[in-house]
């Protein structure tokens, strides 16, 4: 239950519906317990008519089946009023722990969602809220009912006999025991059950999002037998929490059965010894069956709040989860654009590869930096550290002379157009996707139109039967990889940015095409900083500096025709690509 105290908070914003729900059950309680002093003068009343042979009172008992039926009623009208309060409490908590999760899932860093499945992150969403809404609205509300129909009913049992009452309630303690004991192995199996179906989840995801890949490969029976192994684990486990919880239903009716055993047998001899009256034992059988369902219900409440507990406990892991990326300033100022790396180095939390290594250079606000260099040398890190998805492992970044930590996070991401090597469209209009980074603000077709003329993507979107208004599918699945890169390029331009960042994104379009976006970026990258990164020493020749990097270490630095001269690596390349 230690899990569950992190919720106390929303029954605290929420407290008039759970305090109202608290006194509806209360009502709703005493209304129908008083059903059993009606139900106890009936009995006495029939007995004493069949003993002195009287005349029958008709209108005695109709009279108290008009009680019944009025106490029954106002009853059920409270009982009503209880879920209307209790539940919509619930779905409450609900909406405000989602949006608290998707947050916090926001205010995290890229290390984060590389050490978690996307299919968990999903699953903890959704699964696991919904089995803590199942705590914080129905197993509140029966374990509520139950207590206060506990407290009713033992009241008005202990006003007619106090040993009777007493007697008729020796299995509790053995039922107590036995939900205590059974209690743990449900809340260990609960866990189990859920970290099963995060799996079950990742592995579906995964096969969704790559589901081109597996059938270009043929692979969709290796991944069918893997689906069918994650659904068997799934089964096994779930099947054994079933087994578990179904212990409890047979236990708590056998435990009611003995309790009306008690009542008849001893009820029986007070009534021959003539210490309470015939009717009181009928009476006492209705409030043992009053407590049946409250009683039988604890074990399917008991594995609510077990399964939340669980669910709750695996929640609690991700929201105490902090960012390694803290924003330290809030104010707003302009930034111009310089950025100078001094004796940088850069190691991946989440694996311990270090990806730079001394890196040190300097490129004023207004000019271009060009990087190149073998594949896994260190581009997209250095990159990662300029717009902060990482922080230096030693040495510091300077924007505009002042240490990037020390920036507003956000506004230092706001003057940044970023166009990454692995593009990530939505699954929304073309004219949406560009407009992506303008934080809503309303954006004139003619602006759109501009900034993908410069990514040489508007005479394409015109051939789409709705144009701008062309749904691009999940990840831009309708679009080439080279239409989805220009337009992540117009994306990045149309918010005019101090610094423009772009990562190999012209890998995917012919040379003619790339030259034509080159020709339109040459006239807006004049005022601002800008960053290439690319395999083609065509993207990168006009930069006012270039980087040569080879596993993390910057071997070649100068202009275009600096490096040329060295006859180096970046020589080498420049022969290899006219070739």
């Known amino acids: 239950m230690k899990s569950l105290k992190s919720l106390n908070h929303f029954f605290v914003k929420y407290k008039w519906h759970f305090l109202g729900g608290l006194l509806f059950v209360s009502l709703s309680t005493i209304f129908r317990s008083y059903q059993g002093i009606i139900i106890r003068g009936g009995t006495n009343e029939a007995l004493s008519i069949i003993e002195s042979d009287k005349e029958v009172d008709s209108w005695f008992f109709i009279f108290l089946g008009i009680k019944m039926i009025a106490f029954a009623l106002i009853s059920g009208l409270f009982l009503f009023l209880m879920r209307q309060t209790i539940i919509v409490m619930s779905r409450h908590i609900e909406y405000d722990q989602k949006n608290q999760i998707y947050n916090h899932y926001q205010s995290l860093d890229v290390s984060f969602y590389k050490q978690n499945a996307t299919g968990d992150l999903m699953n903890r969403i959704s699964e696991d809220v919904g089995k803590v809404r199942m705590y914080t609205g129905p197993a509140i509300m029966y374990l509520a009912n139950t207590i206060v129909t506990m407290v009713t009913v033992v009241s008005f049992m202990f006003t007619v006999h106090a040993k009777l009452t007493l007697m008729v309630f020796i299995p509790l303690p053995i039922l107590a025991y036995f939900i205590y004991k059974i209690s743990n192995l449900i809340n260990k199996r609960s866990l189990q059950v859920q970290a099963k179906l995060s799996d079950l989840t990742s592995q579906a995801q995964e096969t969704f999002s790559g589901i081109r890949t597996i059938k270009a490969y043929g692979r969709d029976g290796f991944y069918k037998a893997e689906m069918d192994l994650k659904s068997k684990d799934y089964k096994n486990i779930a099947l054994k929490l079933a087994r578990t919880e179904a212990f409890f239903g047979p236990t708590m009716l056998l435990m009611v059965a003995l309790s009306t055993l008690i009542t008849i047998w001893y009820g029986g001899k007070l009534v021959i010894e003539n210490k309470i009256s015939s009717g009181n034992i009928t009476e006492f059988i209705f409030y043992i069956f009053q407590l049946t369902w409250p009683f039988a219900s604890l074990g399917w409440v008991t594995s609510l709040i077990q399964r939340a507990a669980a669910s709750q406990q695996r929640i609690n892991e991700f929201l105490e989860t902090e960012s390694n ?92 157009g970023f166009v990454p090597q692995e593009v990530i469209l939505f699954s929304d209009t073309i004219k949406n996707n560009i407009t992506f980074g303008t934080k809503n603000k309303k954006t004139d077709i003619a602006e759109v139109e501009k900034v993908s003329n410069i990514a040489a993507i508007h005479e394409n979107i015109l051939t789409f039967p709705d144009k701008y208004e062309t749904l691009v599918g999940e990840r831009g699945l309708t679009l080439s990889g080279g239409q989805k890169q220009r337009i992540s390029i117009a994306r990045a331009l149309i918010h005019n940015p101090k610094i423009l960042i772009f990562d190999d994104c012209l890998s995917a379009v012919d040379t003619e095409t790339e030259n034509k976006i080159l020709m339109g970026l040459k006239k807006i990258m004049e005022d601002k900083t800008s960053i290439i990164v690319s395999h083609r020493i065509s993207s990168i020749k006009d930069a006012n500096h270039i980087i040569f990097l080879n596993n993390g270490i910057i071997t070649e630095q100068g202009t275009h025709q600096q490096l040329l001269d060295k006859k180096g690596d970046y020589y080498k390349l420049q022969l290899l690509q006219q070739n």
Do not use: C, W
């Open 325 to 416: 990326i803290k924003n330290n300033n809030t104010q707003h100022y302009t930034i111009k654009g310089d950025i100078e790396f001094k004796n940088v180095d850069f190691t991946f939390p989440e694996n311990n590869i270090t990806a730079l290594k001394n890196i040190s250079f300097k490129i004023e606000a207004g000019k271009t930096l060009g990087i190149t260099g073998s594949v896994g040398s260190g581009k997209s890190a250095l990159l990662n550290l300029i717009t902060r998805q990482y922080d230096v492992t030693k040495g510091e970044i300077l924007i505009d002379n002042k240490k990037i930590m020390e920036h507003n996070l956000f506004l230092l991401r706001e003057n940044i």
